[in-house]
């Protein structure tokens, strides 16, 4: 029986400092890396009474109880029967994407037989295998795709197909638990548990490509769970597992930290997709221009500016660096586009340049929308 293809990563969240980074042209429109940092903990100094200060006495540590409560052991079961419960409603709306570079996940969007997915599963292909929960296998084919939110639609010709029920992510409160529905290293419909741990973050994967409001969770997001189901404890998709941090230090994975895109986010530019086959609203500001970086430059250095963009016909041309957007340095693409991705099409914004010579200059550019 020939194998399966390997699971799709989960993009990463780049840990090396930009300045680190090979050199690579970036499209200053959305796109975001943010730099990993260190931080260093010590460990907190015993308080007087243990160190054996005369005169204080170490509080009494409570012996620790081998008993549980029955409403302890009802508050578990109850709370096991809550994962069970959605567990058996979510499973059946999450499926195995195929393609020739991998397998991911899916989540059946409508009852027409639209799956959301992650861009970054479907690039590359246009047409894909499906899986359902079930086993029964499907064709499928690209209906759109929007790299800016890491996000696409694909089509199998099935009506029957169990829809998702997608929840409103702005309701999310931080401590709220999750569960992380999909196909971790090819093991199909597998479930990991966390919390929300933190939300509104500005994430970007190893692409470039900025995920602005993405939700932070402790949920484990492993290779193969790109495009699955983050859930809440009611059964609704409250957000598209899509990346994985990395340790600065160690390398590989970093524990307990991964990153999904939003219900809300996902909703709006799947039902775009399906209409229009792209995105005609992105919501996100656009500077048109290309950037590299460049080791001693005093920011991203202007490789392209796109023709009928927001920068056209300004002062900003090839060969300058862009040193601030809107009032904040941009010492690298990276930043350049987490600046955007936290700024509106139409705002009006301050942009400083500076010449090859040294020379700078500032320009008040209207930003444009992110073209989908």
Known sequence: MASLPPPIAPRSLLAAHPRARALGALLAGGALVVAGCTTAVTAASPSPAAAGTPGLTAPATPAASSATSPADAGTALALQQDFVGVVKDVNPSVVVIETSRGLGSGIVFDTKGDIVTNAHVTAGSTTFKVTLANGRTLDGTLVGSFAGDDLAVIHVNATNLPPATFGDSSKLIVGDIVLA????????SSVTEGIVSALGRTVSEDNGVALPNAIQTSAPINPGNSGGALVDLAGNVVGIPTLAATDPQLGGAATGIGFAIPSNIVTDIANQLIANGKVVNSHRAYLGVTTVD?????????????????????AIARGEAIVSVDGTATPDSATLAEVLANLSPGQAVKVVVESQAGATTTVTITLGQLPG
Not at 181 to 188: R, S
Not at 294 to 314: D, E, L
């Open 181 to 188: 529905i999909g196909n971790p290293l090819g093991l199909q």
């Open 294 to 314: 460049a080791i001693g430059a005093p920011g991203p250095i202007v490789y392209a500016v796109a023709k009928g963009g927001p920068s056209a016909g300004t």
